[in-house]
């Protein structure tokens, strides 16, 4: 059983940068597709990054060129690197894992398995 575990989310300022990283445990990040998700209150759980298990990163048009989504393989996580903070991306963010090789990596209905979520709060 895959698990995994979030951390970084925080509370920024808008134009700041913030680094999340998902410990991936029950497997290896090279068997994986690999996403992160965010929920704002009130809205769905929306598709922001993916990295299929033999691919390069996928990612939603309002995040492109400020974000970027890696596998550390030496670690066994996957990061998402945020620069450039809009108040618009407060959400909880959730990394998840597909065991099926997908090659569609924006679909939530792929993944297999999810983390708790972690909080980011950017203020205007």
């Known amino acids: 059983q895959v698990q995994l575990v979030e951390s970084g989310g925080g509370l920024v300022q808008a134009g700041d940068s913030l680094t999340l990283s998902c410990a991936v445990s029950?497997?290896?990040?090279?068997?994986?597709?690999l996403g992160w998700f965010r929920q704002a209150p009130g809205k769905e759980r929306e598709f922001v990054a993916g990295i299929p298990s033999g691919g390069l990163g996928t990612y939603a048009e309002s995040v492109k060129g400020r974000f970027v989504i890696s596998k550390d393989y030496a670690k066994n996580t996957v990061t998402l690197q945020m620069n450039g903070l809009k108040p618009e991306d407060t959400a909880v963010y959730y990394c998840?894992?597909?065991?099926?090789?997908?090659?569609?990596?924006?679909?939530?209905?792929?993944?297999?398995?999810w983390g708790q979520g972690t909080q980011v709060t950017v203020s205007s």
């Open positions: 998840a894992a597909d065991r099926h090789y997908s090659t569609d990596v924006t679909l939530r209905s792929v993944y297999d398995f």
């Open positions: 029950g497997g290896t990040v090279n068997r994986y597709g």
